[in-house]
């Protein structure tokens, strides 16, 4: 079974803190992404990445920064957590597939609070 | 751009019974791919459904089954013989054919409760 995992289910920071949200995946997948979820707002693509080293911005980049050294690991950064950035963070991997068929598989989530 | 646009933040239906999701998109591509998602409380995310837009037949996967209705831009999820375990919310999706990240575009989902 794929496996994706966060290492992180709830997290809390401090205004100003730096935030570090690691994922890695064990299926070998080119694609990683970072969504956040929010009530009444669905998931919101923040980046995303089809190999080591490259990276795209999503729909609401700012504030964020991704890195990815290894082809399993996909890591979220918050330089500059903010009270706005208090939400439900997903990771998922996929193959990278020429038709769009493939499949996004999940992480459970890190439930982050900034105060 | 594509839009996902899902009607129903909330619904309720009776274990065993039938109960229907709703979801419109809005897209100027002639192919692409529509999704289920599912996620349980506390849960990670999983599929639940696929339709490739170029087929006419709608997809069926055991309980599950979608009405896509292509020129009106419609995919709907029925839920045959509610279970207490589909309590979930559920996520209609889309992405480009051709496109290989695959992008989803979500919408802003259904929370579904089952009840005993």
């Known amino acids: 079974d794929v496996k994706v995992t966060q290492s992180s289910r709830y997290l809390v920071k401090r205004t100003g803190e730096k935030v570090f949200l690691e994922c890695v995946q064990d299926?070998?997948?080119?694609?990683m992404f970072w969504y956040r979820q929010d009530p009444g707002l669905g998931l919101r693509l923040i980046y995303f990445s089809y190999d080591v080293k490259m990276k795209e911005k999503g729909d609401i980049p700012e504030g964020y920064s991704v890195s990815r050294e290894k082809k399993e690991r996909f890591s979220l950064i918050l330089e500059s957590a903010s009270t706005n950035q208090t939400s439900m963070y997903l990771c998922a991997s996929s193959f990278l597939g020429l038709a769009g068929s493939n499949e996004q598989f999940f992480g459970p989530g890190t439930r982050l609070t900034v105060l | 751009a594509q839009t996902v646009t899902q009607s129903q933040p909330e619904m309720s239906v009776q274990e065993a019974e039938t109960v229907t999701l709703s979801c419109t998109y809005d897209?100027?591509?002639?192919?692409?791919?529509l999704f289920w998602y599912k996620q349980p409380p506390s849960r990670q995310m999983i599929l639940v459904i696929r339709?490739?837009?170029?087929?006419?037949q709608n997809a069926t996967e055991n309980r599950f089954s979608v009405n896509f209705q292509k020129a009106a831009k419609s995919f709907s999820l029925k839920i045959s013989d509610s279970q207490l375990g589909d309590t979930a919310m559920y996520f209609c999706?889309?992405?480009?054919?051709?496109?290989?990240?695959?992008?989803?575009?979500f919408g802003t989902g259904t929370l579904l409760a089952v009840q005993p």
């Open positions: 299926m070998d997948h080119e694609n």
């Open positions: 339709q490739e837009a170029y087929k006419q």
């Open positions: 999706a889309f992405a480009n054919y051709g496109g290989a990240t695959n992008k989803l575009i």
């Open positions: 897209t100027s591509e002639n192919n692409y791919y």
